[in-house]
């Protein structure tokens, strides 16, 4: 397991060099992900849900979004601009990473605790000082909240993750640090991990608040893929949803089938 993290996380800490030119893709790529995500959309209409998406292929440069610009619930997603923010102040000198530190950064991320996660915000001055870092990064449409009550469009989100993920926002110790906890989360496993290969490297932080009936406010999934050679960002939110987890989940995992489909189509 050790030695295929170590393998498959330098695909995403550091691309290359063509990585930051994006390279012309073919149109079958655009294509797969248009159609995939019409039928994402159709299948959340069905359960009375909103969906926000945007998908990058950090190599092609090539995109597809759905409602990016629409801000929804985070729920745990929020959880990774936090781990950022905390890695970026650690980095900075700021915050020291004690063994409570990442005990807390641990269960934030694998555990989707959210009392771990207001203790982080609290290290970085609470949400208004890290919601100012936030819009002094570029991220202004990223709104972190106590109790996993924040805002975010999945463009801005993508944005993140992308930035992170092509080492622009943490060193290069932090950032394969905090990719290696990422690719080991296993929580919802019927969301963007079902849509891949047991073989793609997935760095994701999932995030679900559920309603008073069968209808979720939040049911999210937000990361980076390694796969062909390809870097892939894929943030899906679905927001206000009924009909049960499992036919929730799988509107996610669908749309990282499609993801997967685009890649591998000639």
């Keep these: 397991m050790i030695a295929w993290l170590l393998a498959a996380i330098p695909v995403v800490l550091t691309p290359p060099p063509g990585l930051l030119t994006p390279s012309p893709a073919p149109i079958s790529e655009r294509a ?16 009375g849900g909103t969906l926000g998406v945007t998908i990058v292929d950090l190599t092609t ?65 609470g949400s208004e000082a890290a919601n100012a870092q936030l819009r002094t990064l570029g991220y202004p449409a990223i709104f972190l909240a106590p109790g996993g009550a924040g805002y975010a469009t999945p463009s801005a989100l993508a944005s993140l993750i992308g930035d992170c993920a092509q080492g622009k926002l943490l060193t290069v110790a932090s950032t394969t640090t905090l990719m290696r906890e990422l690719a080991g989360v296993r929580s919802a496993p019927g969301r963007l991990r079902a849509g891949f290969a047991p073989s793609v490297m997935l760095a994701h932080v999932p995030g679900t608040v559920s309603g008073g009936d069968d209808t979720n406010i939040a049911t999210n999934d937000a990361g980076v893929a390694a796969l062909s050679g390809r870097t892939v960002v894929v943030v899906v939110m679905l927001s206000g949803a ?12 669908g749309v990282a089938a499609t993801v997967a489909r685009a890649i591998i189509t000639p």
Excluded: C, W
């Design 32 to 47: 797969v992900f248009e159609e995939g995500l019409d039928d994402a959309v159709g299948r959340a209409k069905a359960l």
């Design 61 to 125: 440069g090539v995109s597809a979004v759905q409602d990016g610009d629409e801000n929804l619930p985070m729920a745990g997603v929020q959880h990774l601009p936090i781990a950022v923010l905390v890695y970026r102040a650690a980095d900075a000198g700021h915050l020291t990473m004690t063994r409570d530190t990442r005990g807390l950064l641990s269960r934030m991320l694998n555990n989707d605790d959210d009392i771990a996660a207001d203790s982080l915000l609290d290290m970085l001055g």
């Design 242 to 253: 009924h009909g049960g987890d499992a036919r929730r989940d799988a509107v996610i995992a």
